[in-house]
């Protein structure tokens, strides 16, 4: 019954190789975001996606691609990988604002994190 | 969103009450004081969210005086299972579309 769920949990692999991390949530919740944790913890927005259509695009390379089928999923692509890419990578989703304006908290929901280890 | 500035680390014992304060000097008229929790090997989670004098759940309380300027976080009797990283957003209160923003975070650490 995991709401946000990433898979896999741990991902190893060499320079250069194209990946993906998989990213399911079963909350109906219309927006989805990835993260970027580093080593010194800091936690960083990477891709948010609304009902399918990106919505924002932080300062990220280009080799990183989002990848969104439908609402309850949203992948993360890497081409080329790299050494500063290693990470851990966490998914998240909220819900769409409704009833009120500004009278929810548009709480966000994360998933439990894949860890990247390009050697 | 405005800065926030948060202790590196905390160190308390089982059963004390803990304080963890937070600054935000910049912080703007519409903006809301989030706290999220993150255990290691973990996704952040929502703690507690508020605007201004205090909010209590079931979790903490978050103190927040008129000013704004700051905020403090307070978990009373922590056990071990609240060592973790506490993070501070000061923004939107129904982000919505918009990505969370997390400064460095305090890391507790509770002893026996």
């Known amino acids: 019954d995991t709401a946000v769920s990433q898979t896999p949990k741990y991902l190893v692999t060499q320079m250069g190789n194209d990946k993906s991390i998989k990213c399911e949530q079963n909350?109906?919740?219309?927006?989805m975001y990835w993260y970027k944790q580093d080593s010194k913890k800091f936690l960083k927005i990477m891709f948010s996606?609304?009902?399918?259509?990106?919505?924002i695009n932080e300062t990220v390379p280009n080799r990183f691609s989002p990848k969104s089928p439908d609402k309850a999923h949203l992948n993360l692509h890497i081409n080329s990988l790299e050494l500063g890419d290693s990470a851990v990578y966490f998914c998240a989703s909220s819900p769409r604002q409704t009833g009120e304006y500004r009278s929810s908290y548009n709480e966000q929901f994360f998933g439990p994190g894949t860890r990247l280890t390009v050697l | 969103l405005a800065k926030t500035t948060q202790p590196i680390s905390m160190d308390s014992y089982e059963g004390q009450e803990v304080n963890i304060t937070c600054s935000h000097n910049?912080?703007?008229?519409?903006?809301?004081i989030t706290w999220y929790q993150q255990f290691p090997s973990q996704g952040p989670r929502f703690i507690i969210q508020g605007y201004k004098t205090k909010v209590t759940n079931e979790v903490a309380s978050l103190f927040i005086p008129a000013d704004r300027k700051s905020s403090t976080l307070s978990l009373p009797r922590v056990s071990l299972s609240d060592t973790a990283v506490y993070y501070c957003l000061v923004g939107d209160k129904a982000p919505g579309r918009r990505a969370l923003t997390f400064g460095s975070g305090t890391r507790l650490q509770v002893q026996p």
């Open positions: 909350l109906g919740h219309d927006t």
């Open positions: 910049n912080i703007a008229t519409n903006d809301y």
């Open positions: 996606y609304n009902n399918k259509e990106l919505i």
